[in-house]
């Protein structure tokens, strides 16, 4: 019960909305159920006791004036409103078997038609029936002949239309239909262009040539609410309508300064009006400097409707202020032409033979189409596919890729499927062309290093443009290419003989005919000669001595190994080889040199005499051996460190790296990288004396140590610990192309240094610090729908937040943006929001994000860090969207690198304050929620949006316009203050 009760007040909402909109109520009122009430209950001098009336409808038995149940006082309409309106305060509701109400039941006449029936009568509309203008099905054509803006009545004179007829809205002065409505607004008298008073005129604009002529003025025909102009036509065609033509003449008078409306609108029970935009228009903002009368025809064809015989049907054409200032345009209409569309019907379908065209099958068809919507299809019969399209004969077919056979085919009006001509069959060709390869040769194979090289040729017809050369006995792919000859390496040829062969690498059918090449032994001989071995010398406690030899076609890898065991005492790809026997105590060994890919590959063992080598007794004796270091004894050992540059490894750890590699800020601590300048950081570090603090310089930059979640300036740092080097773009310039970082440490005993060359040898920097790190665009902006008015201290609710989903809404049209999800969506979220750069010449759509909106207005990104980076580079136009608010775009171009664009304060926003809403007086501004379909337009379209939601909680819907978890009518009361709200033109889908 709940929900009905406030699925009623929703419709009343709406209704009321509508009448404001609409700018009039509706006398007019047609139901087969009032029409089937009347005839059949009633009272004689139903009104015959209302004070208030003044009518007496004594001959209208189906009227009721409420009986005994709903005195005056009480009666669910009111008598004196304008227009009239209904109640919905009777204390004793009108229900069916009771006084004067009918006896029986069901009752197919609610209380609520009842009281609209009253209100018909009271304008008149049942006086003697004839409130429509009869369309008898042949063309009506209304010219406005004579009219001279005498205004309206029953019984018209020449300068006089129908009251009956013509109804008019929006107004200061209240139209009374079926009822004399002959002066003021409604009884101008006729016009010359130029006039400034408000109302209908007759206009003569042609010699002979009269138009109905509107003169909009403040409150007339005019904002907020607009004004209409109504004919209400009847259908005396013995039959039901289906389809209209509809045409007219819009007349304007470009004077004034401020830009009007004319739009038409169609409807077939006088309540629900259906705009045809394809027919809208609105006068120019700008006044033209010669003014004259402009004549713009319109037309349409009306398809979908059930007008049945007997049944009224209406036109509308309603105004209103669109853009600019001041007075308004006139604004005239003429020539109005009703009429039932004629008979579609396509003959003569006829095919040309079909035709190779490449690989498709090509043919004309020729049709003769009568009463057609002018665009005709050319489809198969056996799935009623689209062929081909054209607006006459003949239409040209192709059939890709046409492998023969026949096809059905047949011609249909597009836009009615049932207008169609006879199938006819059509044959079609055999296209696929014949793919062929001859003339395989090949050339005799040599070797090239270990490998066997030869060249195949042939000649290949129709194929694919790309081929194999094969080993037929594996059909193994030995080369490739696009062209003959094609050249083949057989690595490692051992000799002996190939059969191979060409084929289309696209057609496996397609190949020529094998041929055999005989391979040469292409192994190289790998020979070790001249094995010495120098003197073995004590290094501390170890045995030193260079192994030398001469190695001819070996692997460029060898290894010294002990002859007595075969371990590898050392390897290099070169002679002489340093061997080090650690510990050595004296004695002999027999070494030999062998090739690592090859251990047949070898020299003559060698015999060596090692020397005994024990370590030093004590620091201090001038040679730095057994367990001494320079931190352990600086008097025997020198210093001996190495700087390196630096990279992680998965786990995070500092790894040397042999080329610097360039990281952002937000790499290293989380923090958002900066702008004006941008920065990159290389990191370094130096290995040796452990015992050793380091002083440090660089050329250009500035040196940081991590500290916690952020870089500390250094001058010093420790051995083994990363540093790291700030550059900006300008310092890199500066450089001269390279960057030294030295350090020195004790007293400089310890020194090393590395050079950065910036030009192609730093990994991730491409030229550019500011694309190499970009710095985020930083975006405020509040949500009307969300604001926290209640404390109005500057922050939004977060109502939703729990419904938040992970992913974000905006890939679904109209957006199509990229898809983008967040791990999590922390309690500060308000909701997603989308991020736009745009062209600042045209406004075209260069590159969006979905981002999360925190409470205090600032824009996050998926990894919750504030701010967004873009691709794109330069300044643009940036635009905020929210899924059921008002889009906004910022007055300045922004260059997204590091640039600032707040939303909340007018002056940031293309055309300021008519595109936000005032915030609680706070100073802040934000988005103007109602769009609930996202066009960049609050409309009784986003209305519909609303009702078709329906109520409920919990739920994370458009139609939320407070965005508080729920639907119900406080959505629709906090929307409907903002409906004919337009978004500027870039932001409107």
Request: glycine share 12%.
């Amino acid at each position: 019960m709940k929900k009905q009760k406030l699925l009623l007040i929703l419709l009343i909402n709406a209704a009321a909305t509508l009448l404001c909109y609409s700018g009039m109520a509706q006398p007019y009122y047609y139901s087969p159920h009032i029409q089937s009430f009347i005839s059949t209950y009633g009272c004689a001098n139903c009104h015959g006791n209302s004070g208030s009336s003044g009518y007496s409808q004594t001959t209208y038995a189906g009227v009721l004036n409420g009986g005994t149940q709903c005195p005056s006082a009480v009666r669910p309409y009111d008598e004196t409103g304008s227009p009239y309106v209904i109640k919905t305060d009777c204390s004793i509701p009108l229900t069916c078997g009771s006084s004067r109400m009918p006896l029986g039941n069901p009752c197919s006449v609610s209380a609520a038609d009842i009281a609209m029936v009253r209100a018909w009568i009271r304008g008149g509309a049942l006086g003697d029936n004839t409130y429509c203008q009869s369309f008898t099905g042949s063309p009506l054509t209304i010219g406005f002949t004579g009219f001279g803006g005498g205004g309206f009545t029953a019984s018209p004179s020449g300068t006089q239309l129908s009251s009956k007829v013509w109804n008019f809205g929006g107004f200061s002065d209240f139209y009374k239909p079926g009822q004399s409505n002959t002066g003021n607004d409604f009884a101008r008298g006729t016009a010359v262009p130029g006039i400034t008073t408000g109302g209908i005129y007759g206009c003569t604009y042609t010699t002979g040539n009269q138009a109905l002529w509107i003169q909009p003025a403040s409150n007339d025909f005019s904002a907020p609410n607009g004004g209409s102009v109504n004919l209400q036509l009847c259908n005396n065609s013995g039959s039901s309508i289906t389809s209209l033509v509809i045409s007219y003449d819009i007349l304007t008078y470009n004077d004034q300064g401020r830009s009007t409306s004319f739009n038409f609108f169609y409807s077939t029970d006088g309540s629900t009006y259906n705009q045809v935009s394809a027919l809208d228009y609105a006068t120019p903002a700008a006044a033209d400097a010669l003014p004259a009368i402009v004549t713009t025809p319109r037309n349409t064809t009306l398809t979908g409707l059930n007008i049945p015989n007997g049944a009224l049907f209406f036109l509308r054409w309603f105004g209103n202020d669109v853009s600019g200032a001041g007075s308004r345009d006139e604004i005239g209409l003429d020539n109005i032409s009703v009429s039932l569309p004629g008979t579609c019907s396509i003959t003569g379908v006829s095919a040309s033979t079909a035709v190779c065209n490449g690989t498709g099958a090509t043919f004309n068809v020729s049709f003769t189409p009568n009463s057609g919507s002018g665009v005709y299809n050319v489809i198969n019969t056996a799935n009623n596919a689209v062929l081909a399209s054209g607006s006459s004969s003949p239409i040209q077919v192709t059939i890709a890729n046409s492998t023969g056979g026949n096809i059905n085919i047949n011609v249909v009006d597009a836009a009615n499927a049932s207008c169609a001509g006879t199938p006819v069959q059509v044959t079609l060709p055999d296209c696929t062309p014949v793919c062929s390869i001859t003339g395989v040769l090949a050339g005799t194979a040599t070797c090239s290093g270990t490998g066997a090289v030869f060249s195949v040729s042939f000649t290949a017809t129709n194929g694919s443009g790309l081929y194999n050369v094969i080993n037929t006995a594996t059909s193994a792919v030995l080369a490739s290419g696009s062209a003959s000859p094609i050249q083949v390496t057989i690595a490692n040829s051992t000799g002996g003989s190939i059969s191979i062969n060409v084929r289309d690498a696209s057609n496996a059918s397609c190949a020529g005919t094998p041929v055999s090449v005989t391979l040469p032994d292409c192994t190289p001989v790998c020979s070790i000669t001249g094995v010495l071995a120098g003197t073995a010398t004590c290094s501390a406690t170890n045995a030193v001595f260079n192994v030398s030899f001469t190695a001819t076609n070996g692997s460029g890898l060898y290894n010294v190994i002990n002859t007595a065991n075969n371990a590898v005492l050392a390897s290099g790809s070169s002679s002489p080889i340093q061997v080090t026997i650690t510990n050595s105590t004296g004695g002999n060994i027999n070494i030999n040199v062998v090739d690592v890919a090859n251990p047949s590959c070898s020299g003559t063992p060698v015999l060596v005499s090692l020397p005994n080598c024990p370590p030093p007794v004590f620091c201090g004796n001038g040679t730095c051996d057994g367990t001494e270091t320079y931190c352990t004894c600086s008097a025997d050992c020198a210093c001996i460190v190495a700087a390196a540059f630096v990279n992680f490894d998965l786990g995070g750890n500092p790894v040397s790296s042999a080329q610097p590699i360039a990281f952002c800020l937000q790499d290293i601590t989380g923090e958002t990288n900066p702008a004006n300048p941008n920065y990159l950081f290389v990191p370094l570090w130096i290995n040796g004396a452990s015992c050793v603090t380091y002083n440090l310089s660089a050329d250009e930059g500035a040196l940081f140590l991590e500290s916690g979640n952020s870089l500390q300036s250094t001058a010093t740092v420790a051995n083994a610990t990363v540093v790291w080097l700030r550059m900006s773009q300008s310092e890199i310039d500066v450089s001269g192309g390279t960057t030294t970082v030295n350090f020195s440490g004790s007293g400089g005993n310890c020194t090393d240094s590395q050079t950065i060359t910036w030009a192609g040898g730093v990994v991730n920097y491409g030229g550019n610090v500011a694309n190499t790190c970009k710095a985020p665009l930083n975006i405020r902006l509040f949500l009307g729908g969300a604001y926290n008015f209640t404390a109005n201290n500057g922050t939004m609710r977060t109502d939703i937040n729990s419904l938040i989903p992970a992913n974000s809404p905006y890939t679904a049209a109209p957006w199509n943006a990229p898809a983008a999800s967040a791990a999590q969506i922390p309690a500060f979220v308000v909701d997603w929001v989308l991020i736009e750069l745009r062209n600042t010449a045209n406004n075209t759509l260069v590159e969006s994000r979905a981002a999360l909106l925190a409470s205090d207005g600032f824009v996050y990104n998926t990894q919750l860090q504030q701010g967004l980076t873009f691709n794109a580079q330069g300044t643009f136009n940036i635009v905020a969207r929210h899924r059921n608010h008002v889009a906004v775009m910022s007055a300045a171009a922004i260059n997204p690198n590091g640039g600032i664009v707040n939303f909340t304060i007018p002056a940031n926003v293309t055309n300021s304050n008519s595109q936000l809403i005032d915030l609680g007086g706070t100073g802040l501004f934000g988005l103007i929620p109602g769009d609930l379909n996202a066009n960049g337009v609050i409309s009784y379209a986003d209305g519909n949006v609303y009702l078709n939601a329906g109520t409920g909680s919990n739920t994370y819907s458009a139609a939320d316009c407070n965005m508080d978890g729920s639907v119900n009518g406080t959505d629709f009361t906090f929307m409907r203050p903002y409906i004919q709200q337009f978004g500027i033109t870039p932001i409107r889908y």
